[in-house]
């Protein structure tokens, strides 16, 4: 007499014969591969924009939108200009391979990002050099009690100006970098609205 198989045995057997991918499922893991490695050239240097625009030509829509989320998540305000420069060449020339282009905004956002950018370092270079000289005009900033081995308190310089520099820059560049990563961040989350 044979055995009647289950519901469970009959669906692990249909399993064993039955891809785990439907084919668009695989097309879209081998796009998603493909695109990685474009974007890690990219990212090692061994590619410009106008490469990545190349090995682009002809990616689908949701490929390139992919590639250009890639990149805006990337961007972030300790970017380096070289760095930022880069992959705003890369996004807008991944947008110029799309049929529906929002080229216009999406450079505008870019751009305001790169303002913030540039306010941010020029807020940090100021604070930098308005503490030094504040420090070197007045090194009794530098000076702070210490107790001797007699029990005396006596004023001591304790730390180089760099060191006194670099301590209260922490401090001042702390609430400035808060408020910067809040507006780029504001930036970045519009920027991604623009991206079809």
């Known amino acids: ?24 499922e695989r097309e879209r893991v ?4 493909r695109l990685l490695s474009v974007l890690r050239e990219f990212y090692q240097g061994k590619i410009d924009s106008g490469g990545l625009w190349e090995r682009l030509r002809g990616s689908k829509p949701p490929v390139l939108r ?3 989320l890639n990149l805006i998540n990337t961007l972030g305000i300790g970017i380096s200009n070289e760095d930022f420069l880069a992959r705003k060449k890369a996004i807008l020339a991944i947008e110029s391979l799309k049929e529906k ?8 956002d870019l751009n305001a990002f790169e ?5 941010y370092q020029g807020v940090r270079e100021k604070a930098v050099e308005d503490l030094r000289r504040q420090l070197e005009m007045h090194p009794q900033l530098r000076m702070r009690p210490v107790k001797t081995p007699d029990g005396k308190t006596v004023m001591q310089m304790t730390v180089s100006v760099d060191e006194a ?9 702390a609430e400035q970098e808060e408020y910067f990563a809040g507006e780029c961040a504001a930036v970045i989350a519009d920027l991604k ?4």
Not at 4 to 14: D, M, N, P
């Open 101 to 108: 282009r929002n080229t216009a905004m999406i450079e505008a």
């Open 193 to 196: 609205e623009q991206i079809q």
């Open 115 to 119: 303002s913030l950018l540039k306010d």
């Open 30 to 33: 081998k796009d998603e591969e």
């Open 165 to 173: 520099v670099k301590a209260r820059l922490n401090e001042f560049l």
């Open 1 to 24: 007499m044979s055995k009647v198989k289950t519901a469970l045995e009959i669906a692990l057997e249909k399993a064993g014969h039955i891809s785990p991918y439907t084919p668009e």
């Open 66 to 68: 992919e590639a250009q």
